[in-house]
Protein backbone atom coordinates (compact mmCIF):
# COMPACT_ATOMS: atom_id res chain seq x y z
CA UNK A 1 0.00 0.00 0.00
CA UNK A 2 2.98 2.60 -0.96
CA UNK A 3 2.36 4.80 -3.85
CA UNK A 4 3.25 3.15 -6.84
CA UNK A 5 4.98 6.28 -8.24
CA UNK A 6 8.40 6.52 -6.22
CA UNK A 7 8.35 3.01 -5.54
CA UNK A 8 9.12 -0.08 -7.67
CA UNK A 9 7.37 -3.33 -7.41
CA UNK A 10 7.50 -6.59 -9.13
CA UNK A 11 6.30 -10.65 -8.10
CA UNK A 12 8.40 -13.32 -7.10
CA UNK A 13 7.61 -16.71 -6.24
CA UNK A 14 8.10 -17.82 -2.68
CA UNK A 15 7.78 -20.93 -0.76
CA UNK A 16 6.52 -20.68 2.97
CA UNK A 17 8.98 -23.33 3.79
CA UNK A 18 11.77 -25.84 1.69
CA UNK A 19 9.93 -28.46 0.14
CA UNK A 20 9.80 -29.52 -3.60
CA UNK A 21 7.83 -27.15 -5.76
CA UNK A 22 5.68 -29.80 -6.83
CA UNK A 23 3.68 -30.92 -3.56
CA UNK A 24 3.99 -27.30 -2.30
CA UNK A 25 2.25 -24.17 -4.44
CA UNK A 26 2.41 -20.72 -3.34
CA UNK A 27 2.72 -17.36 -4.29
CA UNK A 28 4.74 -14.69 -3.42
CA UNK A 29 6.47 -11.81 -2.41
CA UNK A 30 5.57 -8.49 -2.90
CA UNK A 31 8.93 -6.35 -3.50
CA UNK A 32 9.05 -2.69 -1.96
CA UNK A 33 11.78 -0.58 -2.89
CA UNK A 34 12.06 3.03 -1.62
CA UNK A 35 14.21 5.92 -2.83
CA UNK A 36 17.38 4.50 -4.10
CA UNK A 37 19.37 7.93 -3.24
CA UNK A 38 19.61 6.36 0.42
CA UNK A 39 20.35 3.10 -0.59
CA UNK A 40 17.26 1.86 1.61
CA UNK A 41 15.08 -0.84 -0.36
CA UNK A 42 12.62 -2.74 2.19
CA UNK A 43 11.11 -5.99 1.20
CA UNK A 44 7.58 -7.13 2.26
CA UNK A 45 7.09 -10.29 1.52
CA UNK A 46 3.63 -11.61 1.25
CA UNK A 47 3.41 -15.72 1.14
CA UNK A 48 -0.02 -17.05 0.41
CA UNK A 49 -0.92 -20.34 0.00
CA UNK A 50 -2.97 -20.97 -2.94
CA UNK A 51 -5.28 -23.71 -4.30
CA UNK A 52 -4.65 -25.17 -7.58
CA UNK A 53 -1.49 -22.65 -8.27
CA UNK A 54 1.05 -24.59 -10.52
CA UNK A 55 4.74 -22.71 -9.80
CA UNK A 56 6.60 -26.15 -10.64
CA UNK A 57 9.96 -25.19 -11.30
CA UNK A 58 10.09 -21.68 -10.60
CA UNK A 59 12.68 -20.71 -7.80
CA UNK A 60 12.36 -18.08 -5.06
CA UNK A 61 14.57 -15.73 -5.16
CA UNK A 62 14.97 -14.83 -1.29
CA UNK A 63 18.54 -15.14 -1.36
CA UNK A 64 18.93 -12.92 -4.20
CA UNK A 65 16.28 -10.40 -1.70
CA UNK A 66 19.19 -11.17 1.29
CA UNK A 67 21.95 -10.17 -0.88
CA UNK A 68 20.84 -7.51 -2.36
CA UNK A 69 20.32 -5.96 0.93
CA UNK A 70 23.54 -6.88 2.09
CA UNK A 71 25.08 -5.27 -0.37
CA UNK A 72 23.16 -2.20 0.51
CA UNK A 73 24.06 -2.49 3.96
CA UNK A 74 27.69 -2.80 3.16
CA UNK A 75 27.17 0.84 0.86
CA UNK A 76 26.14 2.39 3.99
CA UNK A 77 27.32 0.24 7.06
CA UNK A 78 26.79 3.63 9.34
CA UNK A 79 23.81 5.81 8.34
CA UNK A 80 24.16 9.31 9.68
CA UNK A 81 21.69 10.55 11.38
CA UNK A 82 19.84 12.45 8.91
CA UNK A 83 19.82 9.77 6.50
CA UNK A 84 17.77 7.87 9.16
CA UNK A 85 15.64 10.92 9.68
CA UNK A 86 14.92 11.19 6.09
CA UNK A 87 13.65 7.10 5.93
CA UNK A 88 11.55 7.66 8.70
CA UNK A 89 9.75 10.56 7.29
CA UNK A 90 9.05 9.27 4.14
CA UNK A 91 7.80 6.54 5.82
CA UNK A 92 5.32 8.57 7.53
CA UNK A 93 4.42 10.17 4.70
CA UNK A 94 3.15 7.26 2.77
CA UNK A 95 1.03 5.94 5.76
CA UNK A 96 -0.83 9.24 6.32
CA UNK A 97 -0.98 9.81 2.28
CA UNK A 98 -2.39 5.85 2.20
CA UNK A 99 -3.92 5.53 5.39
CA UNK A 100 -7.42 5.26 3.87
CA UNK A 101 -6.46 2.41 0.92
CA UNK A 102 -4.52 0.43 4.31
CA UNK A 103 -8.37 0.74 6.19
CA UNK A 104 -10.08 -0.92 3.61
CA UNK A 105 -7.75 -3.43 3.23
CA UNK A 106 -7.61 -4.39 6.61
CA UNK A 107 -11.62 -4.21 6.31
CA UNK A 108 -11.07 -6.80 3.76
CA UNK A 109 -8.83 -9.41 5.50
CA UNK A 110 -10.73 -9.24 8.93
CA UNK A 111 -14.48 -9.43 6.69
CA UNK A 112 -15.42 -6.23 9.08
CA UNK A 113 -13.48 -3.70 11.07
CA UNK A 114 -13.47 -0.48 12.73
CA UNK A 115 -12.45 2.16 10.73
CA UNK A 116 -10.98 3.85 14.44
CA UNK A 117 -9.46 0.81 15.49
CA UNK A 118 -7.65 0.53 12.63
CA UNK A 119 -6.45 4.27 11.78
CA UNK A 120 -5.38 4.39 15.66
CA UNK A 121 -3.65 0.99 16.23
CA UNK A 122 -2.32 0.52 12.87
CA UNK A 123 -1.70 3.73 11.41
CA UNK A 124 -1.45 6.38 13.77
CA UNK A 125 0.66 4.14 16.12
CA UNK A 126 3.61 3.67 13.80
CA UNK A 127 3.64 7.25 12.71
CA UNK A 128 3.76 8.26 16.67
CA UNK A 129 6.49 5.55 16.88
CA UNK A 130 8.75 7.05 14.05
CA UNK A 131 7.86 10.87 15.01
CA UNK A 132 9.20 9.57 18.51
CA UNK A 133 12.40 8.25 16.94
CA UNK A 134 13.29 10.90 15.11
CA UNK A 135 13.20 12.76 18.16
CA UNK A 136 15.46 10.98 20.07
CA UNK A 137 17.84 10.05 17.35
CA UNK A 138 20.62 11.49 17.87
CA UNK A 139 20.81 10.53 21.80
CA UNK A 140 20.33 6.88 20.86
CA UNK A 141 23.54 7.39 18.53
CA UNK A 142 25.65 8.69 21.20
CA UNK A 143 28.39 6.48 22.56
CA UNK A 144 27.71 5.79 26.41
CA UNK A 145 30.74 5.59 29.05
CA UNK A 146 31.08 2.72 30.79
CA UNK A 147 32.96 2.85 34.30
CA UNK A 148 36.47 0.92 34.30
CA UNK A 149 38.17 -1.41 37.00
CA UNK A 150 40.13 0.00 39.51
CA UNK A 151 43.43 -1.23 37.82
CA UNK A 152 42.42 0.74 34.45
CA UNK A 153 41.34 3.86 36.44
CA UNK A 154 43.06 5.62 33.93
CA UNK A 155 41.48 4.36 30.90
CA UNK A 156 38.05 5.21 29.43
CA UNK A 157 35.87 2.80 27.79
CA UNK A 158 31.92 3.41 26.22
CA UNK A 159 29.88 1.82 24.47
CA UNK A 160 29.03 2.80 20.35
CA UNK A 161 26.16 1.69 18.86
CA UNK A 162 26.29 0.28 15.47
CA UNK A 163 23.76 -1.44 12.78
CA UNK A 164 23.39 -5.27 12.75
CA UNK A 165 23.09 -5.09 8.77
CA UNK A 166 20.08 -6.91 7.56
CA UNK A 167 17.01 -7.42 10.20
CA UNK A 168 14.44 -9.86 9.75
CA UNK A 169 10.86 -9.51 10.63
CA UNK A 170 7.94 -11.48 10.79
CA UNK A 171 4.65 -9.72 11.53
CA UNK A 172 1.72 -11.90 12.69
CA UNK A 173 -2.33 -11.01 11.28
CA UNK A 174 -4.53 -9.00 14.17
CA UNK A 175 -2.06 -5.86 14.14
CA UNK A 176 -0.60 -6.09 10.26
CA UNK A 177 0.34 -2.77 9.81
CA UNK A 178 1.80 -1.54 13.09
CA UNK A 179 3.20 -5.21 13.47
CA UNK A 180 5.27 -4.86 10.72
CA UNK A 181 6.08 -1.09 10.12
CA UNK A 182 6.87 -0.88 14.26
CA UNK A 183 10.16 -3.33 14.27
CA UNK A 184 11.06 -1.48 11.15
CA UNK A 185 10.89 2.09 12.56
CA UNK A 186 13.31 1.13 15.04
CA UNK A 187 15.25 -0.78 12.32
CA UNK A 188 15.69 1.97 10.52
CA UNK A 189 16.70 4.14 13.65
CA UNK A 190 19.30 1.70 14.60
CA UNK A 191 20.93 2.31 10.64
CA UNK A 192 19.74 -1.21 9.68
CA UNK A 193 18.22 -2.96 6.43
CA UNK A 194 15.41 -5.24 6.83
CA UNK A 195 13.42 -7.90 5.18
CA UNK A 196 9.66 -8.49 6.13
CA UNK A 197 7.38 -11.37 6.25
CA UNK A 198 3.56 -10.41 6.56
CA UNK A 199 1.09 -13.05 7.52
CA UNK A 200 -0.86 -14.64 4.66
CA UNK A 201 -3.68 -14.61 6.66
CA UNK A 202 -3.67 -11.01 6.02
CA UNK A 203 -3.04 -10.78 2.00
CA UNK A 204 -4.67 -7.36 0.78
CA UNK A 205 -3.21 -5.76 3.68
CA UNK A 206 0.36 -6.95 2.50
CA UNK A 207 -0.23 -6.10 -1.00
Known amino acids: MFEASSIGTSH ?3 PMVETPYALRKYLGA ?4 FDDDVRFTVRLLVWLELEG ?3 TGVAPDLAGLLRDRQQAFLADPLPAAATRRV ?3 RLIESLKRHKQLLVAAMEADFGGRATFESLLADVLGPVLA ?3 ARRHLTRWMRPSKRRTELLFATN ?3 VEYQPKGVV ?3 APW ?3 VYLSIGPLITAIAAGNQAMIKGSEYAPRTNA
Request: hydrophobic share 55%; glycine share 4%.
Open 12 to 14: LVA
Open 30 to 33: VRIA
Open 53 to 55: TDV
Open 87 to 89: RLQ
Open 130 to 132: ARY
Open 156 to 158: SAW
Open 168 to 170: GIV
Open 174 to 176: NFP
